[in-house]
């Protein structure tokens, strides 16, 4: 199993030797050095913490400083944490996109885009009202009734309705590695991933 933190750069598309036309999402992964090894023994579990970014030492807390110059090492902008059955990994190894390869297969969790607050069209696919006849009146994208008669004379939890959208954790399993060029750091993934450009994402594989 491996780990690594990047940058979602942008979209592209690549052609295979078969002559397929691939559409592809451009990834900036790493270098990520591992800064903590957590241990059943000590911590009650296993896992793996990884840095990514370089970043001034003025620009963290104390605490967050310290415990790279424990690992002696830089600090890093980003920090996560994965759990990892059975892992070889030490305090102050590297893992780079060299670690990948095409072929294999990643889960890649990233933070949708906001959308802010959205009606039911845009969150919920409602087709809206409908026809503007018959006395409709700026209701066309208007989620209709919700209420209930007298009984049960209220609101069932779930209803589908305007509200908050995107800005959530999204994983999204089983992506293909089409391509790697470790010395730019980067790995081509087949399809599209959650996030803005510039915006963090995970890659594990299993």
């Known amino acids: 199993m491996s780990v690594l933190l990047g940058k979602k750069m942008g979209i592209t598309s690549v052609f295979t030797p078969d002559g397929d036309y691939v559409p592809c999402t451009v990834i900036e992964a790493g270098p990520c050095p591992v800064v903590t090894v957590r241990t059943p023994e000590r911590d009650g579990y296993e896992a793996v913490q990884i840095g990514y970014e370089k970043l001034k030492k003025n620009k963290v807390s104390k605490p967050i400083a310290g415990q790279f110059?424990?690992?002696?090492?830089?600090?890093?902008?980003?920090?996560?944490?994965?759990?990892?059955?059975?892992?070889?990994y030490n305090v102050g190894d590297e893992i780079s996109v060299a670690d990948f390869a095409a072929g294999e297969r990643v889960n890649i969790t990233g933070r949708s885009k906001g959308r802010g607050f959205q009606g039911v069209v845009k969150r919920h696919n409602f087709s809206g009202v409908g026809m503007a006849t018959h006395g409709q009146h700026n209701r066309q994208r208007h989620p209709g009734s919700i209420g209930m008669s007298s009984d049960p004379s209220r609101v069932f939890k779930g209803m589908r309705m305007g509200g908050r959208m995107g800005g959530n954790n999204v994983k999204i399993r089983n992506l293909e590695i089409i391509k790697v060029i470790p010395e730019s750091n980067l790995l081509l993934v087949k399809g599209s991933i959650p996030g803005a450009p510039n915006s963090i994402v995970e890659i594990v594989r299993k």
């Open 69 to 88: 110059a424990k690992a002696n090492l830089d600090p890093h902008r980003y920090l996560r944490e994965f759990r990892l059955p059975n892992g070889n």
